[in-house]
């Protein structure tokens, strides 16, 4: 039996749910740093870092502003409220371009983010990556 053609293409240009090299997004590790950590809920640090930011770990998958004892931004908060999660797609918009991705999601042009930073390139790898250490 023949797949029709158009099945053919759509299954070859469909993207796995996980797309993302962890051992690339480590490399990239450099570029958030300055601003978060990786440490593991026995106190284990994975990956040095600031505290401006939350600490990284177990966020894949996670409501987004739940990391306790962190202060967020009222946008955030509101985005949690309003059900982010951090999966693939919505982290990998979010670090790309952090006020652009909440002016979407809560639908306000004002709303901004307190993450400055834009990951220009390698986000899905930073997804695999922080996803990969807190198996």
């Known amino acids: 039996m023949r797949i029709p053609a158009l099945v053919a293409v ?3 240009l469909a993207a796995p749910a996980h797309s993302g090299d ?8 450099r570029q958030c740093q300055a601003c978060h950590m990786i440490v593991d809920g026995g106190g284990n640090v994975i990956q040095q870092g600031g ?3 939350p600490n990284l ?3 894949i998958g996670s ?3 739940s990391v306790a004892g962190f202060r967020y931004s009222a946008e955030l908060s509101e985005a949690r409220d309003m059900g982010l999660v951090w999966d693939q797609a919505r982290f990998v918009d979010y670090v790309t371009n952090p006020t652009g991705f909440l002016r ?5 042009p004002s709303a901004r983010s307190p ?6 390139a390698g986000a ?3 997804f695999a990556y922080l996803r990969s250490v807190a198996r």
């Open 124 to 126: 899905a790898d930073m």
């Open 115 to 120: 993450m400055g930073f834009q990951m220009r």
């Open 63 to 65: 409501r987004a502003a």
């Open 10 to 12: 759509a299954l070859s």
């Open 57 to 59: 770990y177990g966020i």
């Open 22 to 29: 962890p051992a690339a997004g480590e490399r990239l590790w």
């Open 104 to 108: 979407r999601f809560l639908d306000r």
């Open 51 to 53: 505290r401006d930011g």
